[in-house]
């Protein structure tokens, strides 16, 4: 299961990472949000030490979203050494995430 | 799901290949209020999650990925799915369909950045702003009228005179004190840096051209097959796989069910009859073959 992180631990979780973090925007409320669920848990277990994968509801933190300027959802965003160095906005399968984490987090 | 569920209950060895979580555009649906036996209606991911539990006590193999690619043979039909490899001797395509883009510059460019297809997923971000819907079938006309809960206000643009929609929807987007309808008005242009900032429309009876400022576009021009992976020699038109009654293609084996399927009626309804159809067909085809 990927964790749930929250405006409150953003900073340290992702900013400050060793590792590349990976950002799954979501809301309860969300339908394509739902679909990804699943793709983004399994991928959190097969990358576990090598990138964190992690969630945060936009219904209960408003901050990071709104300082990355996200405007729909589900939207990933990879960050790296503190920095974003990519993002992509809709349901996208399994295979397009790994592609973009092996191309710009690896 | 339907079509699964009929091949395991018939006892056939079954794999379900889905690239996301099962449910498709149903999840994006907020209240599904004509599948029978919901009298009071049910949200798209409620009937969703139904349809999925109703296969947790079959043996299912389940394969979460998105297929790179289907080699026909006969009678064994080749299926490569992200890493892994699956031999079927029928294969029943039920991809579903997606939302149609605009195709105007900017729209690609702005996705996720004032640029939207799914109401019940974005809406909240645009709360006590203005929005543009454009479109002007039944998915445009509920959505505005669900995000009419929601935003300042919205313009209704639709590059016809006359709205596809259902009656009762246009009488209530059309005397909607927030909605504003713009009729034959196209938009040519979604304008912005790095958020969208305006629409360049065009009124096609008056001919004149403007800027419109709004904070967000809802897009709602119609959905289309999902077709990417299915071979050439299945028979396809432009609005997707032609199948008989059976749900059969022209290629041996090959079946279709659901929105990519050519037809008329895009509902979950008629969806779910196609499952079962083709899985019968399926079933009968594989006991053929058995002889």
């Not at chain 2, 079959?58 to 890493?83: A, C, F, M, W």
């Not at chain 2, 196209?186 to 904070?215: F, M, T, Y």
Request: glycine letters at 10%; hydrophobic letters at 40%.
């Amino acid at each position: 299961m990927a964790n749930q992180i929250t405006d409150g631990n953003f900073e340290q979780e992702v900013l400050q990472s060793d590792v590349p973090v990976l950002i799954d925007f979501w809301a309860p409320w969300c339908g394509p949000c739902r679909a990804m669920g699943p793709v983004i848990d399994e991928l959190a277990e097969e990358y576990s030490g090598q990138v964190k994968i992690v969630k945060m509801n936009v219904d209960e933190n408003s901050a990071t979203p709104g300082k990355y300027g996200i405007r729909a959802i589900p939207t990933l965003i990879l960050f790296k050494d503190g920095e974003v160095v990519d993002q992509s906005t809709g349901a996208v399968s399994k295979s397009s995430i790994k592609e973009m984490i092996a191309k710009k987090a690896l | 799901m339907t079509a699964a569920l009929y091949l395991l209950r018939a006892g056939v060895k079954t794999a379900m290949v889905e690239k996301l979580s099962p449910g498709g555009q149903v999840l994006m649906t907020s209240e599904i209020e004509n599948y029978p036996g919901f009298p009071s209606g049910l949200q798209g991911w409620e009937l969703a999650d139904k349809f999925a539990a109703h296969l947790e006590s079959y043996p299912l193999e389940r394969v979460n990925d998105e297929v790179r690619s289907i080699e026909l043979g006969q009678p064994i039909h080749t299926i490569k799915v992200g890493e892994e490899v699956i031999q079927a001797r029928a294969i029943i395509l039920a991809t579903g369909s997606r939302y149609r883009k605009l195709g105007v510059p900017g729209e690609d460019r702005l996705v996720g950045r004032g640029v939207s297809y799914c109401a019940l997923c974005d809406g909240n971000f645009f709360r006590d702003q203005d929005v543009a819907v454009i479109g002007g079938g039944n998915s445009a006309l509920e959505e505005a009228l669900y995000l009419a809960r929601l935003v300042n206000k919205i313009y209704l643009i639709h590059r016809r005179d006359d709205f596809r929609g259902l009656l009762c929807y246009q009488e209530k987007c059309f005397t909607h004190e927030k909605i504003e309808v713009m009729r034959s008005t196209v938009v040519e242009e979604i304008v912005g840096h790095s958020n969208l900032e305006s629409l360049a429309l065009h009124d096609l009876k008056s001919g004149e051209r403007r800027q419109l400022v709004v904070d967000g576009a809802f897009i709602f021009v119609g959905f289309e097959p999902i077709m990417d992976f299915v071979p050439e020699a299945v028979e396809k038109d432009r609005n997707g796989v032609i199948t008989d009654v059976e749900m059969r293609t022209n290629i041996p084996g090959v079946f279709a069910a659901g929105d990519i399927r050519s037809k008329m009626c895009r509902q979950v309804a008629s969806a779910v009859g196609d499952g079962a159809t083709a899985a019968t067909a399926a079933f009968s085809y594989l006991e053929q073959l058995g002889q």
